[in-house]
């Protein structure tokens, strides 16, 4: 399994994250988890010897997105 840590978003209007994933360099990005209300997510539905990109969204209660996280990159 990926496991992800992330900083909390300050704002009080915070409702939940979402997290978006893609293998490889030029893959589409897909959520992949919706209404997570902690700051950590384990993904597993990785596969080994595989290049995996995240990045993370906050959602505020009217159903805003952040703009996303920086992409994070890693190798299972």
């Not at 209404?35 to 990045?55: A, C, L, M």
């Not at 209660?61 to 920086?70: D, V, Y």
């Amino acid at each position: 399994f990926m496991l992800l840590n992330w900083e909390a978003v300050g704002n009080t209007d915070l409702s939940h994250y979402r997290i978006f994933r893609r293998t490889g360099a030029s893959g589409q990005f897909r959520m992949i988890a919706d209404n997570i209300t902690v700051v950590r997510y384990k993904d597993t539905q990785v596969r080994r010897g595989v290049v995996f990109h995240y990045y993370i969204v906050a959602v505020d209660q009217k159903g805003n997105e952040s703009e996303r996280s920086a992409v994070v990159k890693e190798r299972y």
